[in-house]
C-alpha cells in the first residue's frame, strides 16, 4: 500500500467516513495560521464523519446534540489517528481542532477555526458548496461534520469535484428559521449564530449580565433554565440548536434514501 493509502485506512478505522486531501498551496490565506501550527506543511488530510440522519432530523434537541458530538468526536478520532500514523512514518503531522478548543481572542472570538475545512473538503474534492455556504458531499449531503490535519508529507491532492454535488433545491434557505440564509452561500452570522447558538457564549455574556444587574433577583437568574442548559453545553463541549439547514438537504435526502449502508458505500469510495 501507499502511504496515501496508509493513511486512508488509518483515519477510516478510527471512524472517518470520507478522507481527503488538499494542497496547503490552494489555501494562501490559511497559510500564516497552517505556518504556525506546523513550519513546513504541505498538505491538509481532511476527515469527515457523516451524521445519524434520523437522530438530526428529531424534534428532541438532546438526540441532535448528542449525534452532533459523536460525529465531532468520530471525525476528530481519525485525525488524530492519521496523524499519529504519518508520523510513525518518519513525517510531521499535527491534528487540528474543528469545533473546541478554538481560538477565543479577538478578532476571531471563537467564530472562525484555523483552517476553513469547508474549503479544504471543496479542494480535496469531497464535495462541493451549497447554497447554504455547507459542504454537501455526494455521499451524505450536507448531514456531515469535519476535521483534519496538516502534515509535510507530500500526500498527492485531490481535486474540485466535476459535478455539482448540490442540486440546488433551495429547500435550507426557504426553512432557515430566522431567514440567516440568502443563497449562493450568504449567511447573516448574527441572525444564525443568535439562534443555533442561543446557549452558547450568547447566553453566557446574557446570564453574567442578568447576575449584576442590581435590578434582577440573582436567585431567579440561578435557577432559571439558562444556567442548566449552560452547565451542560459546558460538560458536553455542545451548544446547536438547529439543523434545519443539515436537514432539508435534498443531497442529504438522497443519500438516506439509496437503500445502501452510508458507511459501507463511502468505505468503498476511492480518495
Given at each position: 500500500?501507499?502511504?496515501?493509502?496508509?493513511?486512508?485506512?488509518?483515519?477510516?478505522?478510527?471512524?472517518?467516513?470520507?478522507?481527503?486531501?488538499?494542497?496547503?498551496?490552494?489555501?494562501?490565506?490559511?497559510?500564516?495560521?497552517?505556518?504556525?501550527?506546523?513550519?513546513?506543511?504541505?498538505?491538509?488530510?481532511?476527515?469527515?464523519?457523516?451524521?445519524?440522519?434520523?437522530?438530526?432530523?428529531?424534534?428532541?434537541?438532546?438526540?441532535?446534540?448528542?449525534?452532533?458530538?459523536?460525529?465531532?468526536?468520530?471525525?476528530?478520532?481519525?485525525?488524530?489517528?492519521?496523524?499519529?500514523?504519518?508520523?510513525?512514518?518518519?513525517?510531521?503531522?499535527?491534528?487540528?481542532?474543528?469545533?473546541?478548543?478554538?481560538?477565543?481572542?479577538?478578532?476571531?472570538?471563537?467564530?472562525?477555526?484555523?483552517?476553513?475545512?469547508?474549503?479544504?473538503?471543496?479542494?480535496?474534492?469531497?464535495?462541493?458548496?451549497?447554497?447554504?455556504?455547507?459542504?454537501?458531499?455526494?455521499?451524505?449531503?450536507?448531514?456531515?461534520?469535519?476535521?483534519?490535519?496538516?502534515?509535510?508529507?507530500?500526500?498527492?491532492?485531490?481535486?474540485?469535484?466535476?459535478?455539482?454535488?448540490?442540486?440546488?433545491?433551495?429547500?435550507?434557505?426557504?426553512?432557515?428559521?430566522?431567514?440567516?440564509?440568502?443563497?449562493?452561500?450568504?449567511?447573516?452570522?448574527?441572525?444564525?449564530?443568535?439562534?443555533?447558538?442561543?446557549?452558547?457564549?450568547?447566553?453566557?455574556?446574557?446570564?453574567?449580565?442578568?447576575?449584576?444587574?442590581?435590578?434582577?433577583?440573582?436567585?431567579?437568574?440561578?435557577?432559571?433554565?439558562?444556567?442548566?442548559?449552560?452547565?451542560?453545553?459546558?460538560?458536553t463541549g455542545n451548544y446547536?440548536?438547529?439543523?434545519?439547514?443539515?436537514?432539508?438537504?435534498?443531497?442529504?435526502?438522497r443519500a438516506a434514501?439509496?437503500?445502501?449502508?452510508?458507511?459501507?458505500?463511502?468505505?468503498?469510495?476511492?480518495?
Amino acid at each position: 500500500m501507499t502511504l496515501h493509502e496508509d493513511v486512508v485506512e488509518a483515519a477510516r478505522k478510527a471512524g472517518a467516513d470520507l478522507v481527503g486531501v488538499a494542497d496547503v498551496a490552494e489555501t494562501p490565506e490559511h497559510a500564516e495560521a497552517i505556518e504556525r501550527i506546523l513550519p513546513g506543511a504541505r498538505r491538509v488530510v481532511i476527515t469527515i464523519a457523516r451524521h445519524n440522519l434520523s437522530a438530526i432530523a428529531s424534534r428532541n434537541n438532546e438526540v441532535r446534540q448528542f449525534d452532533t458530538i459523536h460525529a465531532y468526536d468520530e471525525s476528530g478520532r481519525a485525525a488524530q489517528a492519521a496523524a499519529r500514523h504519518l508520523e510513525d512514518q518518519g513525517y510531521r503531522a499535527a491534528a487540528v481542532p474543528a469545533f473546541i478548543p478554538i481560538d477565543m481572542r479577538n478578532p476571531k472570538k471563537g467564530m472562525r477555526g484555523e483552517i476553513s475545512w469547508r474549503q479544504a473538503g471543496y479542494l480535496a474534492g469531497l464535495g462541493s458548496y451549497g447554497e447554504s455556504g455547507l459542504l454537501v458531499t455526494p455521499e451524505f449531503g450536507s448531514a456531515i461534520r469535519i476535521a483534519g490535519l496538516v502534515t509535510d508529507a507530500d500526500l498527492p491532492p485531490g481535486k474540485p469535484l466535476e459535478k455539482d454535488a448540490c442540486d440546488h433545491c433551495m429547500e435550507c434557505i426557504t426553512h432557515c428559521p430566522t431567514k440567516a440564509l440568502s443563497g449562493e452561500g450568504r449567511i447573516d452570522k448574527k441572525k444564525c449564530g443568535d439562534h443555533i447558538f442561543r446557549y452558547g457564549f450568547r447566553a453566557f455574556q446574557k446570564f453574567m449580565g442578568d447576575m449584576f444587574d442590581r435590578g434582577s433577583s440573582a436567585k431567579t437568574v440561578i435557577d432559571g433554565h439558562a444556567l442548566r442548559e449552560l452547565w451542560q453545553n459546558f460538560m458536553t463541549g455542545n451548544y446547536y440548536y438547529c439543523f434545519e439547514c443539515q436537514t432539508r438537504c435534498h443531497s442529504t435526502d438522497r443519500a438516506a434514501g439509496s437503500g445502501m449502508s452510508l458507511r459501507h458505500a463511502a468505505l468503498r469510495q476511492k480518495t
